[in-house]
């Protein structure tokens, strides 16, 4: 599917859901993509990207950010303590903060840097025991404890079960938000994310559909 069918879908969910055009932004997931794929969609003009691991991202954006100016990187897998320094150098929104050690070393790098990237808490909304994320019943205790480090904390993240109803997942995460006063929403993916935007997602993360299937490996 082309980045303008996805735009299209994107705008019609929106319309649908009464929402403004343009409040659920679209991240390219570019994980394990061939380069050539990449480098078309930046060509096509898109500039926001989402990634899983520090190290491949390190390897491969530097370059392209210099050949295209005003990309923005977002952190959208699981984020290991030892790689907190490279990944505030790397990404301007991190959406997987899920525990306070992470939360204490992003403030304590943040004081040292002089600045950080927008952080999202992942909340394991379907309490899946293999997957990283805060358990709803702990959600708001841990948000607090991010606000009283000074963190810029802008929203939370889940990804749902693959074999339940995403929309009962993506309104709890929303009750969540309201509660904590916090407006970003980060999900839907490829397959469910125009049942995210009529929750109110401000951040969809769509890879396949735009890319095609990930490299294996």
């Not at 959600?139 to 810029?152: C, K, M, N």
Request: net charge neutral; proline share 7%; aromatic share 4%.
């Amino acid at each position: 599917m082309s980045l303008s069918e996805i735009r299209e879908r994107i705008r019609k969910a929106e319309q649908a859901a009464g929402r403004v055009p343009g409040s659920a932004r679209l991240i390219a997931v570019s994980k394990k993509q061939p380069a050539e794929r990449v480098r078309h969609v930046l060509k096509e003009g898109h500039r926001l990207f989402g990634e899983n691991r520090v190290q491949e991202t390190a390897g491969k954006w530097p370059a392209w950010q210099e050949e295209f100016p005003g990309v923005e990187l977002h952190l959208l897998g699981p984020l290991q303590t030892n790689k907190t320094r490279q990944a505030m150098g790397l990404f301007d929104a991190i959406h997987s903060v899920d525990r306070p050690k992470l939360a204490r070393t992003l403030a304590r790098l943040a004081d040292e840097l002089g600045h950080c990237p927008d952080l999202f808490v992942q909340v394991n909304t379907g309490e899946e025991p293999q997957k990283a994320g805060v358990p709803p019943a702990d959600a708001d205790a841990f948000i607090a404890e991010v606000r009283a480090l000074d963190l810029p904390l802008v929203g939370l993240m889940c990804i749902p079960p693959a074999d339940e109803e995403p929309s009962l997942h993506f309104a709890l995460l929303r009750k969540i938000a309201e509660r904590n006063g916090l407006q970003g929403l980060s999900m839907g993916m490829s397959h469910d994310f125009e049942r995210a935007i009529a929750q109110g997602a401000t951040h969809v993360r769509i890879g396949s559909a735009i890319f095609g299937p990930r490299e294996t490996g």
